[in-house]
């Protein structure tokens, strides 16, 4: 997964646009912003916006297309979210229908982009502090999670909050709220620290998206809040379609991370 860490954002979405590149983003062109998808038609925008608005710890806004346009021209000027994504999930009614490398020939003329921040963002600066990343060691996708913590409902669209999981050491979780608590935009700091059950995750070897990773002794579980929530989201509310990232795999923007740190 580090190959490509060292590779400018306009690269990476070139092979992932000819699909040379179909697997999960993390570790890729190393010190820039990933985002997270969500695409709507027009008639759910605004509810979604308000939905982001309310919830920005799960949902935090880098970017919003105007209707019809697949440009994020506010974070990646040359980006087409049709294509520079390795894959994408398509919910029709609330229900996960098919995976695909491109979604040009689902897209229509109404439809509106959402590019909220991503946690792989925060990563570079966790591993420069000396904090291992257990699913970059492991060469695996980030574990994610539905909890038991609602999200505040705007308009059509409520459900639960998912979070990514990364186990770290006590001492290395302290240093991890320090330096995430630096980028908002990007989740920020931990949502909760130890007890998965405590926010209804009732087997941390069994995550709802992505990969299960090892948790060694003397470590605990840090969750932080994660854009995979619309998706969960869009299995409750049941828009007639939502398009979606699929989970670990998002859009490597032009913005560095640093731009966003508010310290």
């Not at 909890?147 to 999981?165: L, Q, R, W, Y």
């Not at 709802?208 to 969960?232: H, L, M, N, R, Y």
Request: negative net charge; hydrophobic residues 40%; glycine residues 6%.
């Amino acid at each position: 997964m580090t190959t490509y860490s060292a590779l400018e954002p306009n690269e990476i979405r070139k092979l992932i646009r000819n699909q040379e590149i179909s697997g999960p983003t993390s570790g890729m062109s190393i010190g820039f912003t990933q985002a997270n998808l969500v695409i709507l038609k027009k008639e759910h925008a605004f509810d979604f916006l308000l939905f982001c608005q309310r919830n920005p710890k799960p949902c935090p806004l880098l970017d919003v297309t105007e209707p019809g346009s697949f440009i994020p021209s506010k974070i990646a000027k040359n980006a087409d979210i049709r294509k520079d994504i390795p894959k994408y999930r398509i919910y029709r009614d609330g229900i996960l229908t098919e995976e695909v490398l491109d979604i040009t020939e689902y897209w229509e003329e109404d439809m509106v982009g959402f590019l909220i921040g991503c946690s792989f963002t925060f990563e570079t600066p966790l591993l420069e502090a000396g904090i291992p990343i257990r699913h970059i060691q492991e060469n695996c996708n980030v574990p994610m999670y539905k909890t038991n913590i609602a999200c505040e409902k705007a308009g059509v669209f409520e459900g639960p909050t998912v979070v990514s999981m990364r186990p770290m050491t006590p001492e290395d979780a302290i240093r991890a709220i320090q330096i995430t608590s630096r980028f908002p935009n990007v989740h920020g700091a931990p949502i909760h620290i130890g007890s998965p059950e405590q926010i209804g995750i009732t087997d941390i070897s069994k995550p709802d998206f992505g990969d299960a990773v090892s948790i060694k002794p003397g470590e605990i579980p840090v969750f932080w809040a994660c854009g995979v929530t619309p998706q969960a989201v869009a299995m409750e509310s049941k828009p007639s379609i939502i398009i979606t990232h699929a989970p670990g795999h998002m859009l490597i923007t032009d913005i560095k991370e640093t731009s966003l740190s508010i310290l």
